[in-house]
């Protein structure tokens, strides 16, 4: 059964550290993106990649980090340089070409302890 | 910068009506405009989705318009059910045809 899988589920992290959210897919897709929703502000791009070992900044990437080494895995980092990392984070894959519809993971809630 | 604005951010409609939500988007050349669905604790899911050259899609109760000259797309709900009550984003892919940006949601309630 073809799917994105996100884990953990629930992180926390205490202050001045780094965390890694984890993006796998196994949907063979080409593009996959990292969001980031707080409530009332929607669904905002961190990074995404179109390629394996390509990656671009979206609109907020101050503070995070992502690798693309594998078509199936897209982790994001979030650094202890991200001030206000509390949010619901939201990873989303799609075939690429001409194909955008998006498939979404269940995302990862991240709380600063 | 590109930017997605979605109107209202509440909606509480009664089972059977009907329910609107409405997009305005700034970059002209955008060229494709997909409805997602949240529901809470989970991902958002496409429900439906609407390319420029198109006017109008429908699927069962739920239908999609662009208006490209005013830069504008709403969803409709026709018939609601409780089980429609969700979050609702419109997107619109970006002018390098690489992302989505989203509008910032309608949480449509729907009562029995």
């Known amino acids: 059964d073809g799917g994105i899988t996100q884990s953990p589920k629930y992180l926390f992290r205490k202050e001045g550290q780094n965390v890694t959210l984890s993006c796998e897919q196994n949907?063979?897709?080409?593009?996959m993106y990292w969001y980031r929703q707080d409530p009332g502000q929607g669904l905002r791009l961190i990074y995404y990649?179109?390629?394996?070992?390509?990656?671009q900044k979206g609109d907020i990437a101050e503070g995070y980090s992502v690798s693309r080494e594998k078509k199936e895995s897209f982790p994001l980092t979030v650094t202890s340089a991200q001030k206000n990392p509390t949010a619901f984070y939201l990873c989303?894959?799609?075939?690429?070409?001409?194909?955008?519809?998006?498939?979404f993971g269940s995302g990862t809630r991240l709380t600063v302890v | 910068g590109e930017n997605v604005e979605q109107h209202p951010s509440t909606l509480s409609v009664q089972e059977g009506d009907s329910a609107v939500i409405k997009c305005t988007y700034s970059?002209?050349?955008?060229?494709?405009f997909p409805w997602y669905k949240q529901e809470l604790g989970k991902g958002p899911q496409l429900i439906i989705d609407?390319?420029?050259?198109?006017g109008e899609k429908k699927d069962q109760r739920i239908a999609v318009t662009l208006n490209k000259t005013a830069k504008h797309f709403s969803l409709h709900i026709t018939e609601t059910q409780p089980e429609d009550s969700a979050v609702y984003f419109c997107?619109?892919?970006?002018?390098?045809?690489?992302?989505?940006?989203f509008g910032k949601g309608t949480t449509l309630s729907v009562s029995s």
């Open positions: 970059d002209s050349a955008s060229n494709y």
């Open positions: 997107a619109a892919l970006n002018q390098a045809g690489t992302a989505l940006i």
């Open positions: 990649s179109q390629i394996v070992n390509d990656f």
């Open positions: 949907l063979n897709h080409d593009a």
């Open positions: 989303a894959s799609r075939p690429g070409g001409l194909d955008y519809g998006y498939t």
């Open positions: 609407i390319r420029s050259n198109v």
